[in-house]
């Protein structure tokens, strides 16, 4: 009774997600109505000390993060590089390499420190004045988007400033640049396989004579290339956004120290530096590369800043509460009886890597969110996690880069924030175009059992 208790929360939970409903609203009624058919009567305490207070320490620590990649994102959309860098791309590898051309733009962006979301509003009126011209069906613009925003550059490139492969680091004290071979390998392996099968769909469609579409919706209009900021300008934050977060990465740890003391007015400040040091290095990151962008283009920026600024906020507090309200939702689930069955489950796979890339990709599946899912993993299970590295001697940062990876395995189903934006801004259903954006998701979760096998064989990460 009590598994079934878990279960039933689970798959509330990804219903009302896949409806539609806001997970703030239906994150807490979820947890504590699994409470209540538990025992009625720890629902309030459940509710204050550990529902609101996981959900606080979430946002306590990134939303910061979240809040300067929203307006570094906005940023880069208000100064015109966004479009210079598209532009730029198209020109180096041809229209003939649509899909090609909007797979690396997408990588670019994201990898840049850009939210996802804003690359996909970014890149939308692009990849269809591309597809239109080359004769490309229309549906497969969401696959090639997912593939070059939702994929490697999220959660496997060392060094991305994406939240997935930051939220590790607080769990295992690692940076983001942690196993940067596995992360080679497995975005290897996601772009080849991803843009093979693309292709591959692509010219079977030419072959039946099928075109980029008729009575289309949300058809955007052909974009002019007239005054475009010069592409090595417009690349430029990008640039300082990766290289400063490597730097910074270890700069921090140099001069706080594992501990940082100091004494304020009489009150002691004591700050446990080695879980911070990654955000505080993307955080210090994303700062200079919107400075950047304010140095080389502050007249267009000024100019819409105050209503870029305040739309960038609200996107970034509406994405940081849900994933807070998925965390505290697993704060809570991991405490009642029936999740002990599950854990025991999720145990009697003998194989760490194995066991922690299957419990993050099934929990990221269940909540449809890939920071979400790992979060609420992470925080049921990293000391067992840990204890199991040390146990076989695996170091942590393969432990950190296979649950980024695997963050960003089965999160992207059909009632995924992130799928359900992708689709809507592109004016296709989910009948239209979602099987070619599965078809991406199995394969970013067959990437993470490529890196493990590759670790296992060959030592290296």
């Not at 997935?164 to 196993?179: G, L, R």
């Not at 009886?337 to 993050?360: H, K, Q, W």
Request: with cysteine; aromatic share 10%; proline share 6%.
């Amino acid at each position: 009774m009590n598994l079934l208790i878990v279960l039933a929360a689970l798959v509330f939970l990804m219903f009302v997600a896949y409806r539609g409903y806001s997970v703030i609203l239906f994150a807490p009624v979820a947890a504590l109505g699994a409470v209540l058919l538990t025992d009625p009567s720890l629902v309030p305490p459940m509710f204050s000390t550990v529902f609101m207070e996981k959900m606080v320490g979430f946002i306590k620590n990134y939303f910061p993060v979240f809040m300067l990649g929203a307006v570094f994102g906005k940023v880069i959309e208000l100064s015109g590089f966004s479009k210079s860098i598209v532009s730029a791309v198209i020109k180096v590898l041809g229209r003939e390499r649509a899909v090609l051309s909007i797979v690396v733009v997408c990588a670019i962006l994201t990898y840049g420190g850009v939210s996802l979301f804003v690359v996909v509003f970014a890149v939308y009126p692009f990849a269809a004045e591309m597809f239109r011209q080359g004769d490309i069906p229309k549906r497969l613009i969401p696959c090639t988007i997912a593939l070059g925003a939702f994929s490697f550059t999220m959660d496997a490139l060392p060094g991305t400033p994406q939240i997935q492969n930051i939220i590790p680091s607080t769990f295992f004290n690692t940076t983001t640049w942690a196993a940067p071979i596995l992360g080679l390998v497995g975005s290897i392996f996601v772009f080849a396989v991803g843009l093979g099968y693309i292709e591959n769909r692509r010219l079977a469609a030419q072959k039946r004579g099928e075109g980029y579409g008729t009575e289309l919706v949300n058809e955007p209009e052909p974009f002019e290339e007239k005054e475009l900021p010069n592409p090595w300008i417009a690349i430029s934050p990008l640039v300082v956004v990766g290289i400063m977060n490597f730097v910074l990465t270890q700069l921090v740890p140099r001069a706080y120290g594992a501990k940082h003391e100091v004494t304020l007015g009489g009150h002691p400040i004591v700050t446990q530096v080695g879980p911070l040091a990654a955000i505080w290095a993307v955080e210090g990151a994303l700062l200079l590369g919107i400075l950047t962008v304010f140095v080389f283009a502050w007249r267009p920026v000024l100019a819409k800043f105050a209503d870029g600024s305040k739309a960038a906020v609200a996107g970034a507090l509406l994405a940081s509460l849900n994933t807070a309200s998925e965390y505290g939702f697993g704060g809570v689930i991991a405490l009642l009886p029936g999740f002990a069955s599950v854990s025991a489950a999720l145990r009697a796979i003998p194989n760490p890597l194995v066991n922690e890339a299957v419990t993050v990709t099934v929990l990221a599946g269940i909540t449809g969110s890939a920071s979400g899912g790992m979060s609420i993993a992470l925080a049921a299970m990293s000391d067992e996690f840990i204890a199991a590295a040390k146990a076989a001697n695996i170091p942590l940062e393969v432990f950190h880069r296979i649950a980024a990876m695997a963050s960003g395995g089965m999160d992207t189903l059909p009632h995924n924030g992130a799928v359900i934006t992708l689709l809507a801004v592109t004016g296709l259903t989910h009948r239209q175009a979602y099987k070619d954006v599965f078809v991406i998701t199995l394969t970013k979760t067959a990437a993470v059992f490529v890196a493990i096998a590759f670790f296992y064989l060959t030592g290296l990460y």
